[in-house]
């Protein structure tokens, strides 16, 4: 079954070149989509979660006016146990996998290396957000696309925590269980609206390894 996925590769390769943004409705089952949510879920009932920090080295520090998220990181991970947690959670190996096809896709298509995967959970607690702003580089890495995948069964718009696209004709886009989100990093800036419920996502980077 190459074709069908070669095919939504074209297809998403097209919406980002034209828009920089593409939204890719379930590109893995509901199934593996209910089983990540899951290992998330459980990954925050068992303090994995850290509250987010805005800035890096000795100015990196907490502030909630800008995001109130929390986060657990999954590639590259600060734990020595990042192996054992992808051999446990066969929900996450899977999205691993998809992403690392999508990370080759990619490279085919904008015909550059894309070598670095970054990935982390996150959660936003009702009545936090993420205000504005274009995702930073971070170590050696330069990152080209971000992409995000929603957690949220059932999600309806008095829930608000809508991924807003700031740009001329902005475009808003739910966290609903199973979507991916990509775009470009370097030029989208976006921001995460105000939550009413609990939201999950897995988000991560695409990149290259940056000189020094
Ligand atoms: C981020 C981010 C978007 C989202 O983590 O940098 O912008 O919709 N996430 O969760
Ligand atoms: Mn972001």
């Not at 080295?57 to 020595?80: F, H, M, N, Q, Y």
């Not at 989100?181 to 609206?193: A, G, I």
Request: glycine share 8%.
């Amino acid at each position: 079954m190459a074709a069908p996925r070669l095919d939504a590769f074209d297809r998403v390769f097209g919406a980002l070149s034209e828009h920089g943004v593409a939204i890719w409705e379930s590109p893995l089952s509901s199934a593996i989509a209910e089983v990540v949510r899951g290992e998330v879920a459980q990954l925050a009932a068992t303090d994995h979660f850290r509250p987010a920090m805005v800035g890096r080295g000795p100015r990196k520090r907490r502030i909630p006016e800008v995001r109130a998220d929390r986060l657990c990181w999954l590639v590259p991970s600060e734990d020595e146990d990042d192996h054992e947690l992808f051999a446990v959670r066969p929900g996450l190996r899977a999205l691993r996998a998809f992403v690392d096809d999508v990370r080759r896709g990619l490279s085919e298509r904008a015909r550059t290396s894309l070598p670095t995967v970054e990935m982390m959970a996150t959660h936003y607690p009702p009545g936090t957000f993420y205000k504005a702003h274009i995702d930073q580089f971070v170590g050696g890495t330069e990152r080209v696309f971000t992409f995000v995948y929603f957690l949220n069964p059932g999600w309806r718009p008095p829930d608000g925590g809508l991924l807003t696209i700031r740009r001329p004709g902005a475009q808003e886009i739910e966290p609903r269980l199973g979507r991916f989100v990509l775009f470009h990093t370097p030029e989208v800036l976006h921001e995460v609206t105000v939550t009413q419920r609990d939201r999950y996502a897995i988000t991560g980077w695409l990149g290259r390894t940056r000189p020094r």
